[in-house]
């Protein structure tokens, strides 16, 4: 099991701490697990949350006890290793790097020495993989960024940011599905509408998931339904 370990999180619920640190390989094996369990579900099995380097599992505990589900795990996560297909949902996402609309191009760009161009050629030029979900409904950690663009999240945190903001913090980036107060740095404005959907309020991503940017100009943003606001 290498460096695996479980530990309780509370009467119904069991985390499944995977590795040390996040890496690619972690995550193809974490997208496995999770295809194995959506094809072996037991009837105590209430939810799965997939994070950077664990599993929070929740389950009833009328109908299973905590060492019951530590061994179904152990044996899934076992089987992981070997030949689960991996084919993970592929997203292009559009992006307006307007620098009128997102000051932190101009900010990003002298912290790095680069012109705002090549800040978004980088940004826009890598295939990221989703590695977790949280802070707000729909909204997607992705990784890893480029290390020409890494920087420090935000001495003060902005007061509001609109929604679709594209932003930057450190290793990651992601899009805010909503409006927010935000401590990462806004590149870049998405025009889709990515706030959850439904009774179960589905996400468009999915731990796994590989996201790419492509820039687009403001006539296309406006076209695809983009508002644009300014950062404040």
């Known amino acids: 099991?290498?460096?695996?370990?479980?530990?309780?999180?509370?009467?119904?619920?069991?985390?499944?701490?995977?590795?040390?640190?996040?890496?690619?390989?972690?995550?193809?094996?974490?997208?496995?697990?999770?295809?194995?369990?959506?094809?072996?579900?037991?009837s105590w099995l209430i939810d799965v949350v997939p994070a950077y380097v664990s599993l929070h599992i929740v389950f009833d505990p009328a109908q299973v006890n905590r060492f019951e589900v530590q061994r179904w795990l152990a044996s899934h996560w076992?089987?992981?290793?070997?030949?689960?297909a991996l084919k993970p949902t592929v997203h292009t996402i559009p992006v307006y790097y307007g620098d009128v609309y997102c000051p932190d191009l101009d900010?990003?760009?002298?912290?790095?020495?680069?012109?705002?161009?090549?800040?978004?050629?980088?940004?826009?030029?890598?295939?990221?993989?989703?590695?977790?979900?949280?802070?707000?409904?729909?909204?997607?950690?992705?990784?890893?960024?480029?290390?020409?663009?890494?920087?420090?999240?935000?001495?003060?945190?902005?007061?509001?940011?609109?929604?679709?903001?594209?932003?930057?913090?450190?290793?990651q980036t992601a899009i805010y599905p909503t409006a927010s107060p935000a401590g990462w740095h806004v590149l870049g404005l998405c025009p889709l509408d990515l706030r959850p959907r439904g009774e179960a309020l589905s996400t468009l991503f999915a731990v796994g998931d590989e996201v790419r940017f492509e820039s687009i100009d403001k006539a296309?943003?406006?076209?695809?339904?983009?508002?644009?606001?300014v950062v404040s």
């Open 1 to 42: 099991m290498g460096d695996v370990k479980f530990s309780a999180a509370g009467s119904s619920a069991l985390l499944m701490t995977l590795a040390n640190a996040p890496s690619d390989a972690l995550l193809n094996r974490i997208f496995a697990m999770q295809r194995l369990i959506a094809l072996d579900t037991p």
């Open 107 to 171: 900010i990003v760009a002298a912290m790095k020495g680069m012109a705002i161009e090549d800040v978004i050629t980088l940004h826009s030029a890598f295939v990221y993989r989703v590695y977790a979900l949280g802070f707000a409904p729909g909204f997607a950690y992705l990784g890893d960024l480029s290390e020409e663009l890494r920087v420090p999240r935000l001495t003060t945190p902005r007061a509001h940011i609109p929604a679709g903001a594209v932003a930057i913090a450190e290793r």
């Open 220 to 229: 296309a943003f406006i076209e695809l339904g983009g508002v644009l606001e």
């Open 78 to 84: 076992q089987t992981s290793i070997s030949d689960v």
